[in-house]
């Protein structure tokens, strides 16, 4: 299957610190999302791209699509609590499908 | 709206049996989609739907079947039931198309085989 790489694998960060994590590949995608998933639950789409280098953001939360299409990048800004949670890069290069990647898990420490 | 609604939410099976798994959604979504979770591996596509009757494999398909009778359905069975189907599962749908607008997932079924 395609591979996602995200990194990194966990985080540990004290309230109010900014985050930041990625999400690369050896092939190209047209399509970049993230998602969150919180604790028994299934994954929310945080922010979607279509276009390389794209910057959107959603609040506190910022992501690009990477120039070179093969990576992707989320921030997030001034942590709070119930950021934590698991987020996963997903992936789409003209097929039906996303390939997900194996997610960054976030502890928040108050 | 309901979204994405998956039943039931817990099962314990024993080895050998078999179960399906229903995933119904109300946005009128064309694709449909079956992922397991693990730990450490994220989402693996099991089967997916483009349309009413068609399914196709995903990424690990085998020990599993699934149906789409009706559009807004999307059931994944399990004919014998092994430990290593143990997990997470997630149905996911979306509109399809082109330009992805990503997937609406249900709260998932957390499935042990003993």
């Known amino acids: 299957g395609q591979q996602l790489n995200q990194s990194p694998q966990s985080m540990f960060i004290q309230e109010g610190e900014d985050v930041s994590m990625n999400c690369t590949s050896s092939s190209i995608f047209n399509t970049w999302l993230w998602y969150k998933q919180d604790p028994g639950e299934g994954p929310v789409l945080l922010i979607a791209l279509y276009k390389a280098g794209e910057l959107t953001s959603n609040g506190r939360l910022t992501a690009q699509f990477g120039i070179t299409r093969k990576d992707s990048f989320l921030n997030i800004s001034a942590s709070i609590p119930s950021d934590v949670g698991i987020y996963f890069c997903?992936?789409?290069?003209?097929?039906?499908?996303?390939?997900f990647g194996t997610g960054t898990s976030l502890t928040v420490i108050p | 709206n309901a979204g994405v609604t998956q039943t039931p939410k817990f099962r314990v099976l024993k080895t050998g049996q078999s179960m399906t798994l229903l995933c119904a959604q109300d946005?009128?979504?064309?694709?449909m989609y079956w992922y397991r979770q693990d730990p450490g591996m994220g989402l693996r596509l099991i089967h997916y739907?483009?349309?009413?009757?068609?399914?196709a494999k995903g990424e690990v398909p085998d020990g599993y079947n699934v149906s789409r009778l009706k559009k807004q359905n999307f059931l994944l069975g399990l004919e014998s039931a092994a430990p290593s189907q143990t997990s997470v599962y997630f149905c996911?749908?979306?509109?399809?198309?082109?330009?992805?607008?990503?997937?609406?997932f249900g709260s998932g079924t957390r499935l042990t085989v003993v």
């Open positions: 946005m009128n979504h064309e694709y």
């Open positions: 997903a992936g789409q290069r003209g097929s039906n499908q996303f390939y």
């Open positions: 739907s483009v349309g009413e009757g068609t399914t």
């Open positions: 996911a749908s979306s509109y399809g198309g082109i330009e992805q607008r990503g997937y609406t």
